[in-house]
């Protein structure tokens, strides 16, 4: 009992100056209309183009809904319709079909999908087997139909969850999954165990896969696939739902395992990470999900009171009879009502058909298929106090109520819940001492039935539950430097398109959950961007300065010739932003359009401008009115500024979207979606200082669009660069795991509202070690935010050169790792967990299996005790360790193992004497460790710091109306500091 009130002790967070989280912009669980109501998708397939989000797929009915700020959705027009389409489009079986017949079973809706924009146009496969396209101009403007069929005479493709992706040097892959029944899609004649992940190079979003396959087997690859027992291979044969990204040098694959149902629980979401998309194999998955369900994670929190029968059956007391009242005149929902023959013991949760998609569904133990319509069901249980929150975890499908010593607490008919749903209990329904918890269910007609529930108690806020969180989409958000996940997900048993922030750090992903806008995680909505202009409205905006002639059509802008237009220096002049640009070209000359990236005066600025001619980016630095440095990149082969392929040739001059990443004397590129030199920055002499940002046409005729700027800046790796030390003591260094750190450095412009994200890796665990980052205000003053070993805590400590320095926040820097092990085998013994890098392991918690898993053939068990043990990774390699105060495993709960002493490791291996031991779940809590993810957001008068994707202060900024500039620091001990990305927030309307 010490030992876990210790533990929670330590897991507390102490803030100081805590200020309201409402008057944050605050991301709800699902995609909103601007009435605030769920928006009719699912398995949506999703994408930024230009300065607006769009979306379609399952639920919209080819509607296409489009937002402005990834906050309110609107539903933007009829886009694509099943009328006139092949009869194979309609034919979901097709893929099982050997024949060249079809089903007479018919397809209506568009799912299963991917968007994607490519050379002034949006392509949407779909289904499968279908292709469609726009032109971006027709889906911009709304208008209605505006996709057409792309393939007619053959299936586009054979597959399902199709997605396109364009590497770093420009290569389009078509992307989708292999099923588990279909022929070996590389040599058909091979014998093949799907399901797989298939990436094909192709030319152009129109090639079909036969076509591809055609130009030579080399072009296709099974880029990874499902291995029974690893964590997304684990109750059935499904590996799905790909997506590629690219970030900072890495190609990141996403996908999906495990039978899709929520009802069983396990849909997730993992990645793989290669250097080259060629690369790609089983051995580039990370072992543990990105995201899917969070109950495991939220547990390890919990006491249970009595368990939901999730991971085991539990026992409540049951009737098929409807209950009278007891010989006292109590009614039975009553706490005090007296049991009489017709209650029996109910073991787990009641529920019928047993399975979903032959999975047998979690939590059910017994069979309600031959016994009565309606269920009475109660569990009695005691509180010893009432001072922690109540936590009432539920699922139930059919028609009744469940009640909490006799008061209703739900009452939902009809009601359908594919998942879990947590809810915290008005401590006014419950007693100290004896409680009782019922239940009325009655089935439904057709369908699913089932109901289980469970009771804990929690010191922590609670969290709306996630599982089946899939189909993933990847795309950075309008102010250039957020990255985002949309995908199919249930909250709180409740199915719609979700939302999540995405991090990309070194050799790992992060996601931080939203889970409601009451999550203690504070989820933050999206950015908007510093400047946005859509060229919507007749006259220009004031921020620009000193406009020249111009004129407004077709919300484009066009320019008077040679005239430049420009941000005002008031407004925008950093040294270090992002600024993306929509330009139609003229025909007649593109080379005309002009993007002034960085601009000090009409002697001193540099251009850029698109040569159809040479095909080349060309970039030009002008130095007191001479041109000095002309630098040109190669577009894409793929790349066109109007297309040649039919049946594209029938569209107008498209648009086309430039983005640049200004970063000290560096600039990169983007085209559409081509990086141009992502990889190898272009630079230039003597841009390091701030500038501002223009327009520029030597031709009416070029229209621009979608203007976007953005202060901020992104340093990985070898692309680390303009940091300043701040005195003679610093040694900075820029090695290939990132900036080596001893002393203060200080880079970026000075802004109002901040972000920051960065991976902070200590080179020893050194216990007299400070590192962190600061903000240097512009009177001098400095608030430093960072850990202190010797004190063990997370600080924000503000110095002020009229007072001494004062903690305005700290946070335990007790740390609790959720990970799974490294998958070695269909069962196994012995489980490994890698940390990646050294932690100060004090224990760790294992929630066991007790799965009869059908797919592995294996039923696991709890182990008895003293059949576990465990070793560490050493030097010497992996030496035995001891374990003290071993818990005895108990269904529904974490069994919690002991180190005798806490130890310095970066592997721990968990042994079992028997391979019906499986962790389903597990927990290890460091003291320390060597490399912790950072997240700084300044915002409305408030600092909130996450570490590790857990928000751990939240305080008053002391000096809000004041611009800041972000420093990092390191002391007795050097610190390796990466992948940071650093930003305008843009909320405060700083110009």
Request: net charge neutral; aromatic share 12%; with cysteine.
């Amino acid at each position: 009992m010490f030992l876990k009130t210790l533990f929670l002790c330590c897991a507390c967070f102490s803030f100081v100056g805590v200020v309201n989280a409402q008057t944050l912009n605050l991301r709800a669980n699902f995609l909103l209309d601007q009435n605030q109501k769920k928006i009719p998708a699912y398995d949506a397939a999703m994408e930024r183009i230009g300065s607006e989000f769009y979306l379609i797929g399952t639920g919209t009915k080819g509607n296409l809904w489009s937002s402005d700020n990834l906050t309110d959705w609107q539903q933007h027009a009829q886009m694509l319709t099943m009328k006139g389409a092949p009869e194979w489009t309609l034919d979901p079986k097709f893929n099982f079909i050997k024949s060249k017949g079809f089903s007479t079973e018919t397809y209506p809706r568009f799912g299963a999908g991917g968007l994607f924009h490519w050379n002034g146009f949006v392509f949407y496969a779909f289904n499968g087997v279908g292709q469609s396209y726009a032109s971006i101009d027709d889906v911009k403007l709304g208008k209605k139909n505006a996709f057409y069929h792309a393939s007619t005479e053959l299936p586009h493709s054979r597959g399902i969850d199709p997605e396109y992706y364009i590497d770093r040097t420009g290569q389009l892959y078509y992307i989708r999954k292999v099923n588990a029944l279909e022929p070996n899609p590389i040599e058909v004649n091979q014998p093949y165990e799907g399901p797989a992940i298939l990436m094909a190079k192709a030319d152009s979003p129109l090639q079909s896969e036969a076509e591809i396959k055609a130009k030579g087997q080399e072009n296709l690859k099974l880029a990874i696939w499902g291995e029974p027992g690893e964590h997304f291979f684990y109750d059935k044969k499904n590996f799905e739902g790909p997506k590629a990204f690219y970030a900072r040098d890495k190609n990141y694959l996403f996908f999906v395992g495990n039978v899709m149902s929520a009802r069983i629980g396990q849909y997730q979401i993992g990645v793989a990470i290669a250097d080259k998309v060629t690369d790609f194999n089983n051995r580039t998955k990370l072992p543990t999900p990105l995201i899917g369900r969070n109950f495991e994670r939220q547990l390890i929190d919990w006491k249970p009171i009595f368990p939901t029968s999730e991971h085991g059956a539990g026992i409540k007391q049951a009737s098929f009879k409807q209950p009278k009242v007891d010989d006292l005149g109590v009614k039975w929902t009553n706490v005090n009502y007296r049991l009489d023959k017709d209650w029996q013991a109910l073991y787990g949760g009641l529920g019928f058909p047993l399975q979903d998609r032959r999975v047998d569904i979690r939590g059910l133990h017994t069979n309600w298929g031959n016994k009565a319509n309606t269920v009475y069901m109660r569990k009695l249980f005691t509180l010893d106090q009432l001072d922690e929150l109540a936590v009432l975890r539920y699922r139930y499908e059919g028609k009744g109520e469940i009640k909490v010593n006799g008061h209703t607490i739900i009452d939902k008919h009809n009601q359908r819940m594919n998942s879990y749903a947590n809810m915290t209990l008005d401590k006014q329904y419950l007693n100290k001492g004896q409680n009782v918890i019922t239940a009325e269910i009655s089935k439904k007609q057709n369908g699913f039935n089932f109901v289980d529930f469970g009771l804990y108690m929690t010191e922590q806020a609670i969290q709306d539950d996630i599982t089946g969180f899939s189909q993933p989409n990847i795309f950075r958000g309008l102010n250039g430097f957020e990255y985002w996940l949309s995908g199919k997900a249930f909250y709180n048993g409740e199915s719609g398109q979700g939302l999540e922030r995405v991090y990309f750090f070194d050799d790992r992903v992060e996601v931080s959950p939203a889970t409601g806008t009451q999550s203690k995680n504070l989820p933050l909505a999206h950015t908007m961007p510093y400047v946005l202009d859509r060229f919507t409205k007749a006259s220009l905006p004031a921020h620009w300065q000193s406009p020249t002639a111009y004129q407004i059509n077709r919300a484009a802008l066009q320019l008077l010739p040679n005239k430049p237009l420009l941000i005002s220096q008031n407004i925008a002049h950093h040294a270090h932003y992002y600024l993306h640009v929509g330009i139609r070209f003229s025909e007649q000359s593109p080379d005309t359009a002009k993007i002034l990236v960085w601009y000090q005066d009409e002697q001193n600025y540099l251009q850029a401008s698109l040569s159809k001619q040479s095909h080349e980016l060309i970039i030009e630095r002008v130095k007191y009115g001479k041109k000095i440095e002309v630098k040109k990149v190669p577009l894409p082969k793929a790349f066109e500024f109007m297309s040649s392929e039919s049946p594209l040739t029938q569209f107008e001059n498209q648009l086309h979207f430039i983005e640049f990443y200004k970063n000290e004397n560096e600039v990169r590129v983007k085209l559409n979606q081509f990086w141009l030199n992502q990889s190898e920055p272009i630079q230039f002499e003597s841009i390091n200082s701030a500038g501002t940002v223009g327009l520029l046409s030597a031709s009416a005729d070029n229209e621009f669009d979608d203007f976007i700027f953005n202060p901020g800046f992104e340093d990985w790796d070898q692309h680390i660069k303009g940091w300043h030390i701040q005195d003679q003591q610093t040694q900075l260094q820029i090695q290939p795991q990132g900036m080596k750190l001893m002393g203060r450095a200080l880079k970026g412009d000075a802004l109002l509202s901040i972000e920051a994200n960065l991976q902070a890796t200590q080179a020893e665990l050194n216990s007299q070690a400070e590192f962190g980052l600061n903000l240097h205000y512009a009177d001098k003053s400095e608030l430093k935010i960072g850990a202190n070993l010797a004190d063990k805590l997370w600080f924000a400590r503000f110095a002020d050169s009229a007072e001494p320095a004062q903690v305005l926040a700290s946070a335990s820097l007790v740390h609790q790792n959720y990970l799974a092990f490294e998958h070695s085998g269909k069962t196994q013994q012995e489980y490994l967990y890698d940390f990646s890098h050294p932690v100060k392991l004090n224990r760790f918690n294992v929630l066991w299996n007790q799965d009869n898993n059908r797919f592995l053939n294996t039923k696991f068990k709890l182990p008895k005790k003293g059949d576990i043990s465990a070793q560490i990774w050493t030097d010497d390699g992996f030496k035995p360790i001891t374990l003290n105060a071993q818990s005895e495993a108990v269904t529904g709960q974490y069994q919690t193992y002991q180190l005798k002493s806490p130890v310095i490791t970066s592997k721990l291996k968990i042994i079992s004497k028997s391979e019906n031991n499986r962790p389903f779940a597990f927990y290890s809590e460091h003291l320390a460790q060597a490399r912790n993810s950072i997240r700084m957001v300044r915002d409305s008068g408030k600092i909130l710091v996450w570490v590790n994707q857990k928000l751990v202060m939240n305080f008053t900024d002391p000096k809000p109306k004041q611009k800041v500039k972000l420093g990092l620091f390191s002391k007795e001990s050097s610190t390796y500091f990466n992948d940071i990305n650093v930003f305008s927030r843009g909320v405060n309307n700083e110009f």
